[in-house]
């Protein structure tokens, strides 16, 4: 079952009016404005990550932040075993900015991202794993993380499209899930937007969450914007 209904932005988008979202931004600075759409220019949805039933609450809310930072718009957090709170302190803020799904059963998240078109990327050790420098960025890819001590399980394994793996030449042969994260993201990000593949927030996706974020700046934003219905 799904706990929050992820993204569909089709949906949401046909009932956010521009005008609105003009309005309620007027009550922003301009250097607030300016941050957003420096911020918006570098979101994308080609990619996106999901971690499976992490036990450590610092670590899913490290990726978290490494989504934000590596401008990953979503990401969905799946909890048939261990659900917790998002640690807002060690997440500086991110989960303001990503977008956070949630769902307590691993097959349902997998039938709802593969309906939307990803890709199954499972992140696994095993040598039959593509090596992160040579993983395929042309398709839009879900990155599936697992449990600290045994990874993705094995219904991720069997259903992913592909597997991929960090090279490591050490005798430790594991990363912490948030260290994992942020490599591959850092890795995937940089190489995507030196491409000339078509990344970007749709113009659509972009007015979204830029409706999204001013009310999540503005408290009054409700107020403001019952003003503005009544004017209309």
Known sequence: MLIKNCVFYTFAIMKIDQNIVAYLESFLTPRRLSLYEKVLAERTNHFTVVTEDVYQLHNTSAVIRSCDVFGIQNIHIVEEINAKS??????????????????????????????????????????????????????????????????VSEEVLKRADTSLKIPMVGFTESLNISVSAAIILQEISSKLKKSEISWQLSDEEKIAKRFDWAKKAIKSHKEIIERYLEKS
């Open 86 to 151: 998002i640690d807002r302190e060690i997440a500086m803020g991110a989960q303001k900015w990503v977008d956070i799904n949630r769902y307590n059963a691993i097959g349902n998240c997998i039938d709802t991202l593969k309906n939307q078109g990803y890709q199954i990327v499972a992140t696994s050790p095993h040598d039959d794993s593509v090596m992160l420098s040579d993983f395929d960025i042309s398709k839009p890819s879900a990155i599936f993380f697992g449990t600290e001590r045994n990874g």
